[in-house]
């Protein structure tokens, strides 16, 4: 069970961008240092971002991506959907022998919908405050 | 985000085995029959479930195989990861060190991988297979019902 590098980056890409949009845009190139990720790549990642919706790019010398909505109006379940395709554990194969279909509504759709619950209930906003939360509870510890 | 073919086999087998080898030891070949995978696949995937003890054989013209632990002790996870390793999509969610990355120590993903880990875990730990095994009789028993009345 893998996330492909697109989902990985593009999520970190996309998180990175959240942080660092409060002054307007953001480059890529910035991106790809900040992030240690390869340019080339991110402009491939982006480039399906920006069809779905979820940035915009701006040209010029000044120019780079922004979040195309608020970060808390996007959620982790459309970010991974664009770079993942569909998030469920499973694709229906083979006869639908009784166990098969048994298993497909018992074990893995619960997975599934427990997974979805976690990606739809979560914006890239609360995934800022839970670094901040995490960051500070981290400087207390050392008092 | 699959789950290998393979896992899914497995989970399969040995909940056969949990509702169809109460009174015998079933051979690969029902095994393999009661839910259409290839023996030789399924084959393999024994030899797997037997070295991390989920499955048991016995030798000899009545022989096959049994559980190799009580099935109220065998979750789905124990399953899963007895064949894939880990149930992670994301391999530092187990292990930081799994990254390679220069800047590991800031990621600013990990937490949401390992939400989805937990959210995966939670549900395959809480599974066992007498609990499957019980709902699919009890589903079985429901659709024959349907079919007298």
Redesign the interface.
Known sequence: ???STKG?YG??AM??LA?NSSEGCTSLADISH???LSLNYLESIFSYLKRAGLVVGIAGAQGGYMLAKPADEIT?YEIMTVL?GS?????S???E????S??NR???D??DK??N???TG?TLAD?LK??ET?RLSGDCSGL | MKLSTKSRYALEGMLYIAVYGKDKLLSIKEIAAGTTVSPAYMEQIFFTLKKAGLVSTVRGAKGGFALGCPENEITVGTILRAIDGNLVPVPCAASLSACKSKVRSNCVSRNVWIRISQAISDTADKQTLEMLKNQFIQEGEGAENENIH
């Open positions: 069970m893998k996330i990985r999520l970190r998180i990175d942080i900040r992030q240690d982790l993942e998030m469920s554990v499973y694709d194969f083979g006869e022998t009784k166990i098969r048994f298993l018992n074990v893995w619960v997975i427990n997974v619950e976690v990606l979560t995934v839970n670094m995490s």
